[in-house]
């Protein structure tokens, strides 16, 4: 039996405990190329998550043994700042939690490299969340894809990705770490957008058939609109270096 939670997931007039409606994403900004010794870096903010991806590569892969001879090799390490999260510190170790979401994004993102084009060759991605507020698996995501554009490498798509879930009965879009401890269930979806091809997709809690589909249709909704915000965050970094270029000559 799960406890109650301390504010009500719903209001009386139909919103949700920080106020927005069941199809609404948190406020999202996007920042590209935010650390200067990383071949690719990407920052988001979606409400009170704070996530900061760094790409390295595709660089020369130790220990060799590990190199594959028809493709590069991707890694993924989410990690959590242990001052990250409500209440107690979590450990700095990587916890089991981690390990799955570490390889849950890597799995998320393969698809959409063109990872044929670097054989023996690996790419790191580094994910450090910095504020954790429910939705990190995605938020990283879309974080990661963002660093893996800035870094050059070639990719079929960006990777966009938001959780849905039920919560009181409602369906809704980019739950926050209270409907997320509170609710009956959670869904994080990732999508090349405009391929319209899921890799990723989990879902816990009890979840009818006409549920998953209206979910699923919920969360492509949502995943559109960040992909328009990755657009847009990568075209503010162009033109910033065009900027940059234009002043230096
Ligand atoms: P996601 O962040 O992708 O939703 P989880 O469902 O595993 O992943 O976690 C939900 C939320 O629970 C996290 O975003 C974070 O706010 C919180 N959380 C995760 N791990 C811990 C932890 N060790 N201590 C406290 N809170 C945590």
């Known amino acids: 039996m799960k406890k ?18 069941f199809d609404e994403l948190r406020p999202i900004e996007l920042e590209v190329g935010v650390l200067k010794n990383a071949d690719g870096s990407a920052m988001i903010r979606q409400g009170k998550n704070i996530i900061v991806a760094a790409v390295y590569g595709p660089r020369e892969l130790h220990p ?29 170790a990587p916890t089991r939690r981690e390990i799955e979401l570490s390889k849950v994004i890597r799995e998320a993102l393969e ?3 063109f990872l044929e084009l670097f054989p023996r060759c690996a790419i790191d991605v580094y994910i450090e969340v910095l504020q954790a507020d429910g939705g990190t698996r995605c938020a ?24 849905v879930g039920k919560v009181q009965g409602h369906i809704v879009l980019d739950i926050n770490h209270l409907e997320d401890e509170y609710g009956e269930g959670d869904m ?15 879902a816990d809690g009890v979840w009818t058939p006409d549920e998953i589909k209206y979910a699923l249709e919920l969360a492509r909704k949502g995943i559109m609109k960040i992909y328009e915000l990755q657009k847009e965050a990568l075209r503010k970094k162009y033109e910033k270096v065009i900027e940059e270029v234009e002043v230096g000559v």
């Open 64 to 92: 060799k043994h590990l190199a594959l001879p028809d493709r590069a090799v991707l890694r993924c390490r989410y990690h959590m700042a242990p001052f990250s999260v409500y209440g107690e510190r979590k450990s700095p």
């Open 140 to 163: 990283s995501i879309v974080a990661a894809s963002l660093a893996l554009a800035d870094a050059g490498i070639p990719l079929r798509d960006l990777v966009a990705a938001v959780a």
């Open 188 to 202: 994080p979806v990732a999508m090349m957008p405009t391929r319209g091809v899921i890799t990723l997709f989990q």
């Open 4 to 21: 109650s939670p301390p504010v009500p997931l719903i209001t009386p007039d139909g919103k949700r405990c920080d106020g927005r409606a």
């Open 111 to 113: 698809p959409a490299i």
